[in-house]
């Protein structure tokens, strides 16, 4: 598979993930006068080619979530074994879409993109 692909796989589950929290990225434009995540930095690991009929899975955790950004990270494995392909991290930014300039990210807006980090921060402490 060409590298570029797997950026195009990634953005597509961002996306899902967003939705999944109940975030419609419409309502956030707003018709191109509201605001938008943006891609501020990514930086990416190659570790293993996907072949001709891989079934892959994207997943997606939130890291962090700031006054103005978030950070990610994604991985792409191969569903068959398992094998990690590629590793991502990425920075987004939440821009206003009038001027592209960085926004502070709403609290009804932060907290869903949250909850994920917290429940994952309960799920080890209770494993510890």
């Avoid at 953005?11 to 990225?25: F, H, S």
């Avoid at 990270?73 to 569903?79: C, E, W």
């Avoid at 590793?87 to 939440?94: E, F, G, K, N």
Wanted: glycine share 8%; hydrophobic share 45%.
């Amino acid at each position: 598979m060409y590298h570029s692909n797997y950026l195009n796989f990634a953005e597509r589950a961002r996306t899902e993930m967003v939705r999944t929290l109940g975030i419609r990225q419409s309502d956030l434009a707003a018709g191109g006068k509201g605001h938008a995540f943006a891609v501020r930095h990514m930086g990416v690991d190659f570790l293993k080619p996907a072949r001709l009929d891989d079934l892959l899975e994207v997943e997606t955790a939130v890291v962090e979530v700031g006054g103005a950004s978030m950070e990610l990270a994604q991985i792409i494995s191969r569903l068959d074994d398992g094998a990690v392909l590629v590793r991502l991290q990425v920075r987004l930014a939440y821009i206003s879409l009038a001027d592209g300039k960085p926004a502070r990210i709403p609290p009804g807006l932060k907290a869903p993109m949250q909850a994920p980090m917290q429940a994952k921060v309960n799920e080890t402490n209770e494993r510890l």
